[in-house]
């Protein structure tokens, strides 16, 4: 492959001997790239201040065929998220998110739309600090979403009736819905309009629209958000669900 150009976005690093790094990044053209920094944590590294959790780069590595970790020779600095990470709240929900893309990406397999949307919700979550939750919320829907597994919240799984805006719903096992005609006992989860509603408009609108919308009704955002990582625990095989979830209380 040879020497590859392209953006990236530092999920993670560690430090390897005395004074290398191992960079994790989700790149624009080349999807999740583990790399070498050599000699980066060194005072005058040539890497600079460009090596930083969550910073976007345009970065410079060199990759051998039979080697999973390239070797990366130069980077220039974007965007700094030094200052928002500096937060605890914004580390901690960024860490997750950021393992979440680790587990979710394919290594080299680019996927421009999950880079662009993790790109965005970090923009909007260091502009509006205190919409973190919204936009994790986001973000892991777009992580399902683009990997395939969101299920359609717009129409009931049984009769296929797309559903109104203000029909509640029956929350399946499998994480689809039914209609109240075809929703079979009393004890199933139950969906309100609101929490409907804002599954619906973070497949439509930015993050930062999503973020203004969602402020309202920040309870629904808490079980919409708890559900999907239910969905996510659940494909990463790290939870059964099963009955657990429709038992579940907040
Ligand atoms: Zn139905």
């Given at each position: ?60 590595y ?6 999973e ?33 680790t587990?979710?990406a394919?290594?080299h ?8 949307m ?21 973000f ?10 969101l ?34 006992t ?8 609101a ?34 990582r ?21």
């Amino acid at each position: 492959m040879g020497l590859v150009e392209t953006e990236g976005l530092i999920l993670k690093t560690y430090s390897l001997a005395e004074a290398d790094k191992i960079v994790v990044l989700l790149t624009r053209n080349e999807g999740l790239v583990r790399g070498v920094a050599k000699g980066a944590k060194r005072l005058k590294s040539r890497f600079g201040g460009g090596l930083e959790q969550f910073s976007v780069i345009n970065l410079t590595y060199f990759q051998k065929e039979e080697r999973e970790l390239v070797s990366i020779s130069q980077v220039e600095l974007v965007k700094s998220y030094f200052e928002s990470a500096s937060n605890p709240q914004f580390l901690q929900k960024f860490s997750y998110l950021a393992d979440l893309l680790t587990e979710f990406a394919p290594p080299h397999d680019p996927n421009e739309n999950l880079y662009r949307m993790a790109k965005v919700c970090l923009a909007t979550a260091a502009e509006v600090p205190e919409s973190l939750d919204r936009v994790a919320l986001y973000f892991e829907l777009w992580i399902l979403r683009l990997g395939g597994y969101l299920p359609d919240w717009n129409q009931c799984e049984n009769c296929r009736r797309i559903l109104n805006n203000d029909d509640s719903a029956s929350l399946q096992i499998n994480f689809h819905i039914l209609c109240q005609v075809c929703r079979k006992t009393k004890s199933n989860w139950l969906i309100s309009p609101a929490q409907r509603q804002i599954f619906m408009m973070a497949q439509k609108f930015s993050p930062l629209k999503f973020v203004e919308y969602a402020g309202e009704y920040p309870n629904d955002v808490r079980v919409v958000s708890s559900i999907l990582r239910r969905l996510i625990a659940n494909i990463l095989g790290k939870e059964t669900v099963g009955e657990k979830l429709l038992a579940a209380s907040f």
